[in-house]
């Protein structure tokens, strides 16, 4: 008893989204090409709604029944071929009454849309009675909009219903081309919307045609001949990173200077909400990191030695050139990106929360501690150094990638600079 | 020479005067579902060409035939849907086997030959008593036909997605319906067909 009020439920509910819900017509946007081009009057447009209703239930319920174990590129062709079975008899017999402007169009509805869409949607995943119960539904559905289109456009564009002329109707021939057949359809889309209201998100739509986001064309983003150009260039060794986006002091780094910058994923999310950022650093370096550190550890009075200068002047010039490619948007060579900067929205977000640098260097100024972990750079002791010269570059350290930052009183107190 | 611009004449005629898509409705469902995905736009545009021009050549040829042509439109309906899905399956058996294309490539394959773009070019070539040159030009126009209306409909789609002064019933397929309109009106009107009372 149970089972079969659930399943008198599931047939009302294929009955609902056939007809109403995910009408082919007006929601599905399928099965257009005969609407638009047959149905000029009523009698037209009760032969297309005839044939389809039937083709609709011959083809779900063959599917349903034969066809589901067939690979889906076998399957689409026997569509075609049972729609064309079951045309053909329609199409002798439409010749035979000699129907006007129909003869072209009727054997195309053997390759109607609606037809793999709902046996491919439906038909293939259900049984044979749900099957049936869809493709009544959704002839239904195709066949009440298709004999309203068929009644106004025969009103509007002939003045007559079903070949009797109605007494004083004024005429617009323009109504009865295809693009008369568009309007009226857009009209009733807008109708069925208004008449379904809340109900019509009820269903889940992810059978209807939704226009939840329109992709762009796919036109090449360079040209041939540029990217013939660079091809060449590639080839005499210009260089591989050139990129015509980035700034004109920027150093450009072949592919093995850049360092191989791994982010965490989860302190990336961690960063979001705190200041507290992690990220995991592997520069190769050729300076000597004891030397450095020795350097780092020292305090602020002192004076950087000659080579320990330079030392720090590449790390900066790298650093900044990273940082820099990483602003720009047109990356020098796709594999250098790929390497250093596809890290997604959540290094975005990362990248801006270091360009602002708020509270580590408000931490410094405030004199609190600051922790700075192996091969980090204290942007305080650069500054200080005499290395960086132009207000760029000061900008470009506070917005370098750096270890692990906290703010801690003790480590300031004592003035060391942890690494 | 003359007959290579005939043929050429007759593309362009039916992709940009008489856009058979706008002015004709055929192909018009799958123009609008690939124009907000056109992803695959020109591989489906080439492929629809293919068929569309092996179909007419094919049927063409068999149209020569005496016996069919004098039959009725019920054995051309048979003949020209039996020669489309045996040019479908050697298709679909050459990109499978030979080329070893992936299974969405071979989706494709279904999309384009299934398509009343292409099954309409036989009937109109019957229809029109076009030559052996004519027939391939109406079908190199038909797949130039299919890749400008899919690019004229996502052009207008994305304002149509964009705007917010659209009312919410006209959203979706309504607003979509109206602007295809408006397009085979513009396609109407370039065609030179009077829409006088």
Known sequence: MAVKRKVEKNIKKVFAKGALYHNPLLIEAVGISPVVAIAVSLKTAAYLALITMVLLIVAETLTSLFLKKLPRHIRIGIYMLIGTAVVIPFVTLVEATAVSNIGLFLPLVSVNSIIVLHCERYAIHRNVKLSIADSLASGIGYGVVVLVVGFLRELLGSGSVFGVPVASMPKSSGILMPFGGFIVLGFLAALLKTLLGSGYYKYNSQDAFELTGIDDLPIPKYSAITLLVSKLLDKIRISKTYSPELPKNTQVIMDKDLPEIEVEKDSALKAKKNIEIEIIQGIETKADTSDIKETEESTKAETIDKTKKDAFKEKVKKQSTISNHKKSKGAASLEAKAKAFDYGDEFKDILEELSAYEKTKKGIDDGQAVEISEDAINPQEIEQSGIIDSDDQKKDIYNMDTESIKTGKDSQEKGECEN | ?197
């Not at chain 2, 992709?15 to 591989?43: C, D, H, W």
């Not at chain 2, 094919?58 to 899905?85: E, P, Q, T, W």
């Not at chain 2, 990109?95 to 294309?101: F, G, T, Y």
């Open chain 2, 1 to 197: 020479m003359t007959a290579f611009f005939d043929m050429l004449t007759m593309a362009l005629y039916i992709s940009l005067i008489q856009n058979m898509i706008f002015t004709g409705g055929f192909g018009v469902t799958e123009s609008i579902r690939m124009a907000a995905k056109p992803r695959y736009l020109l591989p489906l545009a080439l492929l629809i060409a293919y068929f569309s021009v092996t179909v007419a050549l094919v049927c063409r040829s068999l149209d020569g035939i005496s016996f069919i042509k004098n039959s009725g439109i019920g054995v051309h309906a048979l003949l020209y849907a039996g020669v489309l899905f045996i040019i479908y399956v050697a298709t679909c058996l050459f990109v499978a086997k030979i080329l070893k294309a992936e299974e969405k490539i071979i989706r494709r394959v279904g999309v384009a030959a299934f398509n009343t773009l292409v099954l309409a070019i036989p009937y109109i070539n019957r229809l029109s008593a076009a030559s052996m040159l004519d027939s391939v030009g109406l079908g190199l126009g038909a797949g130039f036909a299919f890749a400008i209306s899919v690019t004229l409909i996502n052009l207008g789609l994305k304002r149509i997605n964009d705007n917010k002064t659209i009312p919410e019933v006209f959203k979706g397929t309504a607003s979509i319906f109206i602007y295809v309109a408006l397009l085979s009106l513009a396609f109407t009107g370039l065609s030179g067909r009077s829409l006088s009372l």
